[in-house]
């Protein structure tokens, strides 16, 4: 469109949608006299948010969170997830956010303005985790074992049949946990880790003590239910001694078999 020589000002915006119009800086002062005229140039703010998606407690990135920002309004902004080192990065506008971020089926969320490039950081309650392997006085995995767990959160979990156990602890449970494992009546030594973030600690049966029947026998069997389906993770419980007021337990493995091992004594399951 051509101009007539004159004075003008001209200004500029970016039109996001209807409700959302983000205006040049400043508007320009146009002299049109007998020629064209270049370098009317404007400059809309754009800024920087440089986010970043942590685990609550230790502060590890969590990659691939799902990133949804929107305005104050409700209006879809931007989608996206976060890298490999848990970082995102929106180019926005002068304007007021909600962000909202999940993984693992964790949510955080957080509202914002932005006037100029701004850092932001959203904490999850991923979940913690201490795992390990089980395994036997002759370095086999023990495939039926019980890892008892005691500390700001306290139970049991099970060894699968590679051996490996796993503890799910929420991310405000963090500190020291006592471990130790027991399968087929006998028993590791009882460990204590500082558990700051994801922790691995493997743990080795050993003959329980003195007081523990011993000998060359084994006393096996299989958990089924009313139909004869195999049950995994059952607890079996034997007692013994002369009044049957010492325990000892394991569980079943992945068929539903259990065992007890070194017995020379009389015992009731």
């Known amino acids: 469109m051509g101009v007539m020589d004159g004075e003008y000002t001209a200004s500029a915006n970016f039109e996001f949608d209807g409700s959302h119009i983000y205006p040049a800086t400043a508007s320009v002062p146009v002299k049109v006299a007998g020629a064209d005229v270049t ?3 404007f400059i809309i703010n754009r ?3 440089s986010g970043s998606v942590v685990r609550e407690g230790d502060n ?3 990659e691939g969170a799902d990133v949804t920002v929107t305005l104050k309004d409700g209006t879809p902004y931007y989608n996206g997830k976060t890298g490999p080192d848990g970082t995102f990065t929106i180019p926005s506008f002068p304007d007021d956010y909600k962000v909202t971020v999940k993984s693992n089926g964790q949510t955080a969320d957080a509202e ?5 490039d701004m850092p932001l ?6 979940p913690i985790t201490i795992t390990g392997i089980v395994y036997g006085a002759d370095g086999s995995v023990v495939a039926d074992g019980i890892v008892h767990y005691t500390g700001a959160k306290s139970g049991k979990v099970y060894t699968d049949n590679n051996g490996k156990y796993k503890i799910v602890l929420n991310a405000d449970l963090l500190g020291e946990y006592s471990l130790y494992a027991t399968a087929a009546g006998k028993q590791s030594d009882t460990v204590t880790v500082n558990v700051k973030g994801d922790t691995t600690q ?6 329980s003590g003195s007081d523990i029947p011993s000998g060359t026998r084994t006393a096996s069997g299989v958990v089924t239910d009313n139909e004869g389906n195999r049950l995994a993770n059952a607890v079996v419980t034997i007692k013994y001694g002369d009044d049957k007021t010492k325990t000892l337990e ?4 992945d068929h539903g078999e259990f065992r007890f091992s070194t017995c020379r004594t009389a015992l009731t399951i």
Not at 250 to 253: A, W
């Open 39 to 41: 370098g009317v140039d």
């Open 47 to 49: 800024f920087t948010v």
């Open 60 to 62: 590890t990135p969590i």
């Open 112 to 116: 914002y303005t932005v006037s100029g």
């Open 121 to 126: 950081t959203l904490k999850l309650k991923t």
């Open 202 to 207: 493997d743990l080795t049966l050993k003959s």
């Open 250 to 253: 394991t569980s079943t493995n």
